[in-house]
C-alpha cells in the first residue's frame, strides 16, 4: 500500500545538537510539507517543496533545514539555532494541491533533553 | 494578510448530541479541507468543498461551503465516541499561503 513514512516516532535530542527527521513517500506526489504542531494548536508550515531539487520557507523556518534530492524523501533537520524545538512533526504530501487532500505521516515526537 | 478563525475551540457533548464545528476566512477562499486527527494520531483528509454554497454527505457528517466562498461549516449528527478528537480546516490560496486553522476539539461523553 501507499503511503507516507516518517522516522522515528519518537527522538529526543540534547541541547545543542542538530537531528534529522525522516520522510518517505511511494504515492509518487510532487508536493510535500513539513508541519509543526504544539500542544493545542493547529499546524504550522515550516517547509514545503513542490519538485525535486526546489523547497520554499514556510511561516516557521527558522532554525530548520530541508532538503529534496529524490521525489520519495523530504527529510528535515532540526538545527541548534532552533529554540524551542519539542513538539510534534509532521510530514504531509499530496498530487496536486488544487484538487486533492493531503497525506499525513504518522509523525515524530522530538523532545529535548 | 489572511486569517483563519475557527470555533469553537473545545466542544464537549453527550453522545447522541450533534456538533457543528465552523471555519471563517476573512478573504474569499478557492476550496476548503476538512481533517480529522484523532488523539495522539495524525490528520486524516475528509473532504474538499470547491463551490459556493456545496453541501456534502458522508453518513453522519454533513459539510457546507458559505455562499461567499468565506465560510464553511462540519456538523456531526448524533454523536458516537469515535467522533472523538480534533477537526482542522485547511483553506486554499497559492502554495505558500495554505493555512489551517486551529482545531475544533471535540469530546463526547458516553
Known amino acids: 500500500d501507499g503511503g507516507i513514512t516518517q522516522s522515528p516516532k519518537y527522538l529526543f535530542r540534547k541541547e545543542g545538537q542538530n537531528v534529522t527527521l525522516s520522510c518517505e513517500q511511494n504515492?509518487?506526489?510532487?508536493?510535500m510539507y513539513w508541519y509543526r504542531q504544539d500542544p493545542g494548536q493547529g499546524l504550522r508550515l515550516i517547509y514545503y517543496?513542490?519538485?525535486?531539487?526546489?523547497?520554499q520557507k514556510g511561516d516557521i523556518a527558522e532554525g530548520y533545514s530541508v532538503s529534496r534530492e529524490k521525489k520519495e524523501s523530504f527529510p528535515l533537520t532540526v538545527t541548534s539555532a532552533q529554540k524551542n524545538p519539542t513538539a510534534f512533526y509532521l510530514c504531509?504530501?499530496?498530487?496536486?494541491?488544487?484538487?486533492?487532500?493531503?497525506?499525513f505521516g504518522s509523525g515524530t515526537r522530538l523532545t529535548v533533553v | 494578510g489572511q486569517q483563519v478563525m475557527q470555533i469553537p475551540q473545545y466542544q464537549h457533548v453527550q453522545e447522541g448530541e450533534d456538533f457543528t464545528t465552523y471555519c471563517n476566512s476573512s478573504?474569499?477562499?478557492?476550496?476548503i479541507q476538512w481533517y480529522k486527527q484523532r488523539p495522539g494520531g495524525h490528520p486524516v483528509f475528509l473532504i474538499q468543498?470547491?463551490?459556493?454554497?456545496e453541501v456534502k454527505k458522508q453518513k453522519r457528517l454533513t459539510f457546507q461551503f458559505g455562499e461567499a466562498k468565506k465560510n464553511s461549516s462540519l456538523h456531526i449528527t448524533a454523536t458516537q465516541t469515535t467522533d472523538v478528537g480534533t477537526y482542522f480546516c485547511?483553506?486554499?490560496?497559492?502554495?505558500?499561503?495554505?493555512?489551517f486553522g486551529k482545531g475544533t476539539k471535540l469530546s463526547v461523553k458516553p
Open positions: 468543498l470547491v463551490k459556493s454554497g
Open positions: 504531509a504530501s499530496t498530487r496536486d494541491i488544487s484538487n486533492y487532500g493531503y497525506t
Open positions: 478573504t474569499t477562499l478557492s476550496n
Open positions: 504515492l509518487n506526489h510532487d508536493a
Open positions: 517543496s513542490q519538485i525535486v531539487n526546489d523547497f
Open positions: 485547511k483553506v486554499g490560496g497559492s502554495q505558500g499561503n495554505l493555512i
